[in-house]
């Protein structure tokens, strides 16, 4: 095993180590706001799901993101 496949290893179990992370604080927020429908648990979701493709009911993709 060359040096280049194990950067590569390291690289793509980095990656789904983020995915986990982020999927796991996205379902974290979805759950807390069934929980308890406030305004900041509807905000951490907000927050959460920022650049993830929605569709429009018609089928258009959109995403968005916050300003700073």
Known sequence: VCINEISLMITIQL???????NY???????????????????????????GHTFHTYSGLEFSYTLKS
Do not use: P
């Open 24 to 50: 796991m604080q996205e379902m974290k927020c979805i759950n807390e706001l069934r929980e308890n429908e406030t305004d900041e648990n509807l905000w951490n979701c907000v927050v959460a799901f920022q």
């Open 15 to 21: 990656q789904k180590n983020v995915f986990m992370y």
